[in-house]
């Protein structure tokens, strides 16, 4: 006999029917989604709408699952947290450790400053080193090598493709960091296809100068911005989705990209300089919000570096970015005829930086240069350098370009932070290997990694003849490490580096 | 069925005064003998009630004591004790022989004996059993049963068409909220149906059980009983 009790557990359960509707729209392709303003089909194939209250300002519809109308987060725990250029990481672990002094690293990307404070604080990481050199003597096409130390050895090899060679990150997943450069068609300047590991992406064909990773839409797609000029000369990016090939042109400063967030608004910044290896002139690439809702460059606020700009060396050389004054906020340097430190503020970067470097050895550019008060003053000294953090503070490894590298000898040197006023304090100088008679090369880059796994960083440097020197931590001996056997017209010029790595 | 409780030596001893009388009768009248004679064959077969017309036929020819006492024992087997006893007293005043007379003593002892007995009330027949009372399975129950099954077929129906339209994830969003809104409501329709046929089902049965009916009685013969018996139909 059927009771009364069984009788209504049984109308519950068919009521309960009703229910059953699994409401979990999976999306293929971005026209799937045409429910809300600037909908699109994120990476985990559910859509999201524009919501600005949403840091990332993007909403998953109300029929995305368990995510349902939840603000959309495109935060993972990086399956390898040496590669720059990734989503921001999820605050766990060493993402928890780092972002409590790096909170962007959590909040808009896991970039170069997070890589490097990572490995600074993370005891349980440590990492290969792989530089792309792309090197040039401002003549010929540049040369690339690919450099990598794996704990015991360096390794170089050189690559065949064109244009820039730089290490992107990780596909979604994956711990290795891919290698990409540009191929063009035979007997062409140009450029016309991205070509990585894993993949060659059809490109708008251009001279092709930059290629980075970066989260640049918030989307957790596998994105590459590239910088180029066009066949008009005029600078670019394109924004490449690594994922299904699809890329929009953006017009923007276009040389020495790198990515932070200075206006911490979740959204990855750029800097970036002119173009023209003449100009001082450099930008923050504010990353802004389109009337179309999607991301784009928005508002820049264009700087320069100061008069004198030294003969063979460019300009600008590139940025570097690093929490200088202990505010857990991302600061930026940029580096070129002299060292401009810019706090990050929240209205973005000021046009005029916070302290400027200049001479050797460096120091403040107002105390310097023929009018201030200190003996040190020379004038046309370019810069190459990189920013260090270090257990308490931050110090800065500049390497200066004489004026006349052939007399002169080059030097390099490491500054201590001071927070306030942010300026110099400590100043160090590294001891060169014997160069015999003749000077040693000018140092053209400065790379700061943690070679020996031991949590402290260490410098990498390269000069115009592509040796490479090593100093462990803050040990003030270069040693060298190897030599790229370039075919170039020495001395190189300028030498662009890009790193990456993988846990070891 | 009433006991003999003369016995054997009664008959002995009626046959004798009827075969007597015939031997009588055989002596002095035709008539008479023809009479005896054929009380005395009727006697034989149970006629007891001819047997008696016959011998009164008899004495009304020649009144002959053995008459007497054959009637009494004719009135004894037809259950007319006073008569019996009578016609027993009757022969007695003839003055038969002594071993007759103590015959005709012992017959008036058993004929008042039986009737002094009470007439023995039969008890009534037992009742037949009351049949236990049935449930009635009618065209309500029907319709209930038919509307419940029909109701639990449209939401089954329902729910499998909106579990299919809320799995299908082709098109776009727009198109999927739509499907997914028919989705929910057929499944909630759906649902509704079920439990309305459920209950529908559920009222059929339950008012089939509750519907408690006599049973149909029929009777039947049975080859060795006589009696009645109860069927049950639905």
Request: hydrophobic residues 40%; aromatic residues 6%; negative net charge.
């Amino acid at each position: 006999m059927v009771t009364a009790a069984r009788a209504l557990a049984a109308c519950a359960a068919l009521a309960g029917l009703g229910a059953c509707v699994d409401p979990d729209y999976h999306c293929t392709i971005q026209d799937d989604c045409d429910v809300g303003e600037a909908a699109r089909c994120e990476v985990d194939r559910r859509c999201t709408a524009y919501d600005p209250v949403c840091p990332s300002h993007r909403r998953y519809s109300d029929h995305s699952g368990p995510v349902s109308n939840s603000c959309f987060d495109d935060a993972v725990t990086p399956a390898n947290r040496c590669a720059p250029g990734q989503p921001p990481a999820v605050r766990d672990g060493c993402g928890a450790t780092v972002c409590k002094a790096l909170p962007s690293c959590c909040d808009t990307g896991w970039s170069e400053a997070c890589v490097e404070l990572a490995q600074l604080s993370c005891s349980d990481l440590v990492c290969d080193t792989r530089i792309a050199i792309t090197a040039s003597d401002g003549k010929a096409a540049p040369e690339l090598w690919s450099l990598t130390w794996d704990g015991k050895h360096w390794a170089m090899a050189s690559d065949a493709r064109k244009g820039v060679l730089a290490w992107l990150a990780p596909a979604p997943g994956e711990v290795e960091p891919r290698l990409a450069g540009f191929t063009s068609p035979a007997a062409s300047t140009t450029m016309d296809e991205l070509v990585l590991d894993g993949g060659a992406f059809p490109v708008t064909a251009a001279s092709y100068l930059e290629a980075s990773s970066v989260d640049f839409d918030r989307d957790g797609r596998p994105t590459a911005v590239l910088g180029y000029t066009d066949a008009g000369g005029n600078p670019r990016l394109a924004v490449v989705k690594l994922d299904d090939g699809s890329s929009r042109a953006i017009s923007a400063f276009a040389a020495r990209l790198s990515w932070g967030d200075l206006d911490y608004d979740a959204f990855p910044d750029g800097m970036a300089a002119s173009t023209s290896a003449s100009s001082g002139n450099y930008r923050l690439l504010s990353n802004a919000e389109a009337a179309d809702r999607s991301r784009t460059i928005g508002a820049v606020v264009e700087t320069s570096m100061g008069s004198g700009l030294t003969t063979g060396a460019p300009a600008v050389r590139g940025f570097g970015w690093v929490d200088l004054n202990r505010d857990h906020l991302l600061d930026v340097i940029a580096y070129g005829s002299e060292v401009n430190l810019h706090a990050g503020a929240r209205v973005g970067l000021p046009d005029t930086p916070q302290v400027r470097i200049d001479c050797d050895p460096p120091a403040a550019a107002a105390t310097c240069n023929g009018g201030g008060t200190t003996t040190n003053t020379q004038t046309a000294q370019s810069f190459a350098g990189a920013a260090v953090p270090e257990a308490v503070g931050t110090a800065l490894v500049l390497a200066t370009f004489p004026a006349s590298p052939a007399t002169e000898p080059p030097s390099l040197h490491r500054a201590e932070i001071a927070t306030s006023p942010l300026g110099l304090a400590r100043l160090s100088s590294y001891v060169f290997p014997s160069c015999g008679a003749a000077p040693c090369p000018p140092i053209l880059a400065v790379v700061a990694r943690d070679l020996d796994g031991d949590h402290q960083l260490d410098v990498i440097a390269i000069d115009s003849e592509l040796q490479v020197y090593t100093a462990l931590g803050s040990q003030l001996q270069l040693t060298r490490a190897i030599k790229l056997p370039t075919t170039l017209t020495l001395p190189v010029t300028e030498v662009h580096t890009s790193v990456s790595g993988a846990p070891r | 069925m009433t006991r003999d409780r003369g016995g054997a030596p009664r008959r002995i001893a009626t046959a004798l005064v009827i075969a007597g009388l015939a031997a009588a009768t055989a002596a002095h009248a035709d008539a008479v003998d023809d009479h005896v004679a054929r009380g005395r064959r009727l006697y034989d077969q149970g006629d007891f009630g001819h047997a008696r017309d016959e011998l009164l036929a008899a004495y009304q020819l020649e009144p002959r004591p053995e008459l007497l006492f054959a009637l009494g024992q004719v009135e004894l087997q037809l259950g007319r004790f006073a008569q019996a006893i009578d016609d027993y007293q009757r022969f007695l005043a003839t003055g038969p022989a002594p071993d007759q007379a103590a015959l005709a003593q012992q017959a008036i002892g058993a004929a008042r004996a039986r009737l002094a007995e009470k007439p023995v009330a039969a008890p009534p027949p037992a009742a037949p059993p009351r049949p236990p009372r049935q449930p009635r399975w009618d065209d309500v129950d029907t319709g209930l049963a038919a509307l419940g099954g029909a109701l639990l077929l449209a939401g089954a129906g329902l729910e499998v068409s909106g579990y299919h339209h809320g799995r299908d994830h082709s098109g776009t969003l727009s198109q999927y909220n739509h499907r997914l809104s028919d989705a929910v409501v057929a499944e909630w329709t759906g649902a509704g149906f079920l439990v309305a046929g459920a209950a529908a089902l559920g009222g059929g049965l339950l008012r089939w059980r509750l519907h408690l009916v006599d049973a149909e009685v029929q009777p039947i013969a049975a080859p060795r009983t006589a009696g009645v018996a109860w069927v049950q139909r639905w």
